[in-house]
């Protein structure tokens, strides 16, 4: 262990990386490799409540949202939970910060599931005192601003199911949640997929729901009870808050989510589907999981003809949903869309009324802490990575000039998937993706396995099984040190290294809640 | 406080009624009044536990029931946990109990949801040690047996609500909760609206699923993942064994749910439709329950020939539901059924196929500690009772012999209904309902609105506004006292007397968890 100038204890992890003992007076577990630690110890217990202290008409509507954060007992270092399923749109996370700001509260955790561009005025709470620090994902200006070392608390990313461990295992005690509901009545049942604002599942706000000692909902779209379906149940709700509107609808749901045009990415997603296909992965009853990205998407277009060519039907497709897979489901490609968020209207539209199309939790897909979870069960995942190094080793989190700028999202936890396979360009603004060491350590190469690219796909050598499946394929397998220096030579070398502090400024969480890899300060 | 014999404490509760201060080991607190008793502490918190002890291909089969209980851990004086959805039809709790008791193991607690004659073996395990006791309603043989004092602990009676609060507030402890599944993945994803032993709603195994330390569930009709809807969550899961057979779809629903053919009680029924009519509460949009007796079946006939006349739609019905309920739906006189427990093959075929028929747990239904309850919005519910005395305290428990031999059910937890209507027979057997004091009470009168009659309808004297909403009916509107008056020179006076040791065999808590009256072992 050693002791840096801040008086932060660091200690080297099971992947050799030096992480902090303890970060925003926590103590902490290092990372023990995959599977290696073992959880102690009894859930989060919240308060137990009585139906005598609430109104036995079901009516829990109060004026305003400053009412409902006073009558919550909202005071000076809480820890205020918002979901981000309104993504870009939400307007509902700020101004709870702000209007507890107003009160003249200080010192609040903000424990966001992610937060957006639209959040950068948290800076300003920040800059004055009312935000202490932010726990969560943090994509673009916030990120920007926690690498240059000015946020008072470190920042703690962790992924989705991370967050649901971490909350479930008390590692994270939220005072307040504020959850932004698309539909509620004034029980505080809720769904997100229906209303002006609909964005489809509210799974991850179901743990804040579950846990925290005190819950709002705030609602445009006020309906008669019940509420139906009820993904959040109004018996874990305090207060229902109406307003006119709860975000931008336009940014909900972006309407954007397009294949990529890049020829080069196209070929990464063809060789991928080829890959799934050849490998044998492609089976009656197989299931995938792939985002919202343009080379993901271009993934499943591909995937698609495949399964009509071959005749081959999944059994479910995990989403981030798009209408990439809901027109699976109607083509009848897969019985299920097993659904963790909604990207679009087609995807709003169908989990509303389609019933093969199911919203999950990070509780049924991904929480490493439970019996279980079913993103195991997925046959291959396709996901992204900034960087991923000859190791397989893999960063989603920080660029390789050390700014942090996204979140983990489930990505972490869709590495247990019987496949994982990266689909990256192999450089990209000159700098390549494959590197000798990742910035960031995100993912463990361990549970990595392929590595593909517009220059060949690598797959991981622990994975015999897999070089032996796609031996007689025609694709363009080969060692990633292969693909690694033809790279290097295009673009003129290795990537330069980060200039970084010595201050940690931030941790990224493993899976089962240890410390897996830290963001130090970017020299300015 | 006062000692007795075999050295049970016992006090006198707000209701007048003496308990005892401790039930099997545990301290008590004895019923406060209602909205009296103030909760304290925490949720039970149940162990924390990693994907990585469970196969990460979600595959979580074991060989057989043995083997299952074996690698929970069973051991003497456990509590296993069970639920009654499938009725008199089940096999699996008594199975479980004698491959317990096959095992060796002694001691045991059981917590059924429920008991139904087909678990009357039960008594031999009691006989032979390796059952203890039993907590939970105990209709028929189980519960004379109780009455009889030959039950080693004392029975405690919980409505399905209480049984809910005590597993999530910690007063009961469940080691290894056994489900019986009609269909279920090998993940442990299980519903009950499918599969050839289809029971509809499994909501009573929600909290034993989320609370046990260990959890197997039991099935007849495995379905490849994800077996969908899940209303039990694989993620709660430990073990999952497959049978030829979970029960006798027979007995699971009854397919004998029918209106009586009393002219009597079809005359109640009628008085309580009309009653809800004259009185305002059927309006559009209002809300009601009835259970699956003969007189509640008949009520639902009634009113709905007032609906269609007065062109009235309910919001919302309660069930157990039963092919009138689903009646009510298809004709569109009620925009959903909120579906407690479901009682015939009309409602299990409703349930599985129709969106607005949705299944509820005693968490969103019945739950009095939590943020409030389902229950207290609906606007009339129609019970009956065993005895309600002239204080419109009710009994549903013992007969006036003061033999126990029926559960609570959800009845308590309906009685924080808008309005609540006690359909009665004015006697039974020449034995007069309406008495000077319960047996046993388990309803306080203060929540007991209307008694009513083939002989008239008594309405609570401190429910003002419903003499008043009821002045211009053509109904026989009686005081309480009138009634029994008349029935008592029917029956040759008030009932005899029931001949009670002081010796304590059960007790009947409140929904908020504090003893409520106690059951007295009856004199041989």
């Keep these: 262990m050693s002791t840096i100038a801040n008086s932060i204890e660091l200690a080297t992890n099971a992947a050799g990386r030096v992480v902090p003992t303890n970060v925003n007076g926590k103590p902490q577990r290092a990372y023990a490799g995959v599977n290696h630690d073992h959880p102690q110890g009894r859930k989060a217990a919240p308060p137990i409540r009585t139906a005598a202290d609430y109104p036995m008409s079901g009516d829990k509507r109060v004026a305003d949202l400053e009412t409902a954060l006073r009558q919550c007992g ?178 909900i749901v972006s309407g954007t989510t397009q294949i990529t045009r890049s020829p080069d990415r196209l070929l990464i997603a063809q060789y991928v589907a080829q890959f799934v296909r050849d490998a044998g992965i492609m089976r009656p009853g197989f299931s995938f999981q792939a985002g919202a990205g343009g080379i993901a998407l271009a993934f499943v277009d591909y995937l698609r003809r495949f399964m009509r060519q071959g005749g081959v039907r999944a059994r479910f497709v995990r989403g981030g949903s798009t209408r990439y897979l809901v027109d699976l489901l109607k083509e009848g490609l897969t019985d299920y869309i097993l659904d963790g968020q909604t990207f679009d209207l087609d995807a709003v539209q169908s989990i509303a009324s389609d019933p093969r199309h199911i919203p999950t939790s990070p509780f049924t897909s991904y929480n490493y802490h439970g019996k279980g979870f079913f993103n195991s069960l997925v046959d291959v995942v396709v996901l992204g990575a900034t960087e991923v190094d000859v190791n397989f080793n893999a960063n989603v989190v920080t660029h390789s000039d050390g700014r942090l700028l996204h979140g983990i999202g489930g990505w972490q936890n869709c590495l247990f998937a019987g496949c994982t396979v990266l689909a990256v360009p192999s450089f990209r603004d000159r700098i390549p993706v494959i590197v000798d060491q990742v910035t960031t350590l995100t993912g463990p190469g361990e549970l990595i396995d392929v590595v593909a690219t517009e220059r060949g796909i690598a797959i991981n050598p622990r994975r015999k099984d897999l070089l032996d499946a796609a031996k007689g394929s025609s694709l363009p397998i080969r060692p990633i040190h292969d693909i690694q220096r033809e790279v290097e030579k295009i673009c003129g070398g290795k990537p330069q290294k980060p200039r970084l502090t010595e201050k940690p400024v931030a941790v990224v969480k493993w899976v089962d809640g240890t410390v897996l890899d830290t963001v130090w300060k970017v020299r300015s």
Tied chains: 1, 2.
């Design 74 to 251: 909202l005071s000076d270092g809480m820890t205020i939970s918002t979901h981000h399923h309104l993504r870009d749109g939400d307007r509902v996370a700020l101004w709870a910060l702000q209007t507890a700001a107003k009160m003249g509260t200080r010192d609040l955790m903000w424990f966001p599931s992610a937060s957006f561009p639209a959040h950068a005025p948290v800076i300003e709470l920040m800059e004055a005192g009312n935000v202490h620090h932010i726990e969560g994902s943090m994509n673009g200006p916030l990120g920007d601003y926690c690498t240059q070392g000015r946020m008072r608390g470190l920042g703690v990313l962790r992924s989705h199911g991370g967050r649901w461990q971490a909350i479930q295992d008390g590692e994270v005690h939220i005072d307040i949640a504020v959850i932004a509901a698309p539909t509620a009545d004034a029980f505080g049942n809720a769904n997100g997929s229906h209303g002006p604002s609909a964005c489809g599942s509210l799974g991850f706000a179901l743990a804040d729901s579950m846990y925290a000692d005190r819950v709002i909902v705030v609602t445009d779209n006020l309906v008669e009870f019940p509420c139906v379906p009820w993904q959040i149940q109004g018996n874990n709700v305090d207060y229902v808050v109406q307003v006119d509107s709860i975000g931008d609808p336009a940014k």
